[in-house]
């Protein structure tokens, strides 16, 4: 994990709580002659071992570091100790804790919150940026079995319904042994979705047409140990819905014995576009068999009463989504010995004309008087629908009516009961902000953050530092965030994904770029997603933990023609693919996870691109976080996004050799970086080119089209 440039290291071991530090040892330096090559001895807790800093003006400094409170709470402080006066005020002290955050300045405080081998990292840059020196400080924490843990369910909050909501839950001390486990306790019933982040639950907050309460449980089990915490989520109506969804069974009913007897519901949605389903179904009296006329109305025939009259009770339930409304009707059927023409044109009913045996009804037909007796309609529409509020025969009642399943053609509407053709699948795109030159200067790879939602991750192309950066939605910049030591040579895309860590989001950084095709290998930086704020200041941070997956491709008939690579994507699984450029039809390759980062991985050829617009010269991929689709872009003179909807369960290798969904983009110069947004409601991409500033474009998916 550290290589020989770090050039000081002091070992602590914690114990108790967090533990107590027994002694501060001194900056003690093993022999050695500044500037050169030196190593460390065995040192035992407490003591420090160290090599001789390259540059001799810092060759006495070390981290110093000590418990605030001797009842050990984990609150430490630390500073760089040195022989010198002060440190060179042109120097820039940067501190890593481990926790994906970095912060500047000589002394820190810092709260360590679990147990384990935590790593303090100091590193000092220069007014050029060049490192002066590196210290590092080893933390072994150990909790003792009896600590009680405390689950965190998060502060209370109120939401709009429709809202997409993310329950966080924690635990007090955090171990990675813990498992988290969330239930509804009050409220309208929601469905919580698992996400790969330990202690997340997520939501749509539900349709209310008034303020509702719901309450959420979050369960910490720790070994032995049990702990439950609360948390509240208040949902408040949304004005802007056209309407809240409704329910009507109609008028209660009074029949005879043989009668016809229709059930006219109707309802409507709370959300626009979005088809609702109509269920009929019997809660008292004698069963009789319901059948459908349309989605609305239902019918049965009366059954024989002989006495008194019976009472059947229906319920109409109303459902669009996952909400459901219900209303319910009753029906008295009344003996047929008791004269009367009956009621609804119902058949055996005495009658003298056609008008008093019709029900009012379109669409269940034309009731009739024949012989005395009325005598049920036929229906009107045949391999139709029937329109009861305009009384006649249409195509289609509601978009659903209409939808041929193919995504590729966008989503098909019912206008005035004929179906419409739909359009494009994605809506125009919006310019959702701008990302400067002076910021960022050539970005070649963009991906949405999953531990971050807001966050986009980009990198510059060939010849670039070796950083990624972390920007918002607008386009602002938020942070640098370095990839440990070394560099890259030709990094062309990034993409974010699970990794050897479960629950742990990961950054994944192809350094894939091959023009010449005269690299012996390829590698990939991988290192897990840090914790950044949409809101924050722009940043400078040093990741550790940075692995690297060293690459090659395969020899004989798999080899491709050219070992160019500009487009990375990850599976939901972990496994790597890559997409060749400069050949035509393009190739892909994967590597399986887990991906070794100690030997070198060769990959797997597993399937061929199709031919057609937009899939020559692949320039950025991405797959989305839910594994259903996957997106390529190229760099050709017109700018294309090809895009594959995979069906559950169906090989990556597979599903990209069917044909794609190809769009066209807004036209970049270099357009070379797409990505997925994190829900894979819509995708941005940007262009490389060096102007002063390039537009962060948005192309969000039509409603339906899927």
Known sequence: MFDSSRVHVR?????????????????????????GSASGRGVTSGDASATLVPVADYSNYCIAASPLAASASGEWSFTIDTREETIPPDLRIVWDFGDGNAVEGIEQVFVFQSAGTHVVVVTAYE???????????????????DVAVSALAGADRTV???????????????????????????GPTVALQSVT????????????????????????????????????????????????????????????????????????????????????????????????????????????VTGEAQTLRFRLTITQGDACVSDEVDVTVRSGDTGGGGGGGGGGAGCLE?????????????????GGACEPGVAPCPGQQCDEATDACVECLSDADCDDGQFCNGPEVCLDGTCQSGGDPFLPAVAAGQVLRADIVEASGLAAGRRNPGVLWTHDDSGGANVVFAVNTSGQLLGTYQLGSGSLTDAEDIAVGPGPTPG???????DIGDNSSSRSSIRIKRVPEPAVDVEQAPTYVTLSDVEI????????????AHKDSEAMFVDTNGDI????????????????????????????????????????????????????????????????????????????????????????????PQGEAIAWDALGLGFYTLSEAHSESEPLWYYERNANAD
Request: hydrophobic share 35%.
């Open 127 to 145: 007014a050029d940026g060049s490192v002066a020196f590196e210290l590092m400080l080893e933390v072994e924490v150990v909790l003792p079995a």
């Open 11 to 35: 070992t602590l071991l914690l114990v108790g709580v967090l533990g107590t530090l027994t002694a501060t040892a001194g900056c003690q330096a093993s022999s050695g002659t500044p500037g």
């Open 354 to 370: 056609n008008a008093e045996c019709d029900d009012g009804l379109y669409c269940n037909g034309a009731e009739q008087c024949v």
């Open 577 to 668: 693919y890559l997409v060749t450029k400069r050949i035509y039809p393009n190739k892909v390759y994967r590597a399986s996870f887990p991906q070794s980062t100690s030997s070198t991985v060769t990959l797997e050829h597993v399937a061929t691109l199709p031919t057609g617009p937009g899939l020559a010269w692949i320039t950025g991929a991405d797959c989305s976080a839910d594994g259903r689709w996957i997106i390529v872009t190229n760099d050709q003179g017109t700018d294309y996004a090809n895009i594959w909807q995979r069906e559950p369960g169906t090989p990556l290798g597979e599903a990209v050799t069917s044909s794609p969904c190809p769009l066209l983009l807004q036209s970049e």
């Open 549 to 560: 997956i060293t690459l090659v491709y395969p020899s004989g008939a798999d080899a491709p």
């Open 504 to 510: 742990v989001n990961y950054i994944y950084v192809g």
């Open 160 to 186: 709009t319904e429709g809202e997409f909501i993310c329950l966080e839950g924690g635990a007090e001390p955090s171990r990675d042994s813990q498992t988290y486990r969330w239930r509804q306790i009050e």
């Open 197 to 304: 982040v330990p202690g997340r639950a997520c939501f749509e907050a539900p349709q209310a047409s008034e303020t509702v309460r719901l309450q959420f449980e979050l369960t910490v089990q720790d070994g032995q140990q049990v702990s439950t915490d609360q948390v509240s989520i208040v949902v408040r109506s949304n004005p802007e819905l056209s309407a809240i969804l409704t329910a009507d069974a109609g008028e209660d009913q009074l029949l005879t014995s043989g009668d016809v007897v229709f059930l006219t519901g109707s309802g409507r949605g709370g959300v626009v576009g979005e088809p609702c389903t109509f269920q009929w179904s019997q809660l008292a009296g004698p069963a009789v068999p319901l059948a459908g006329v349309t989605r609305e109305v239902a019918t049965f025939i009366a059954p024989v």
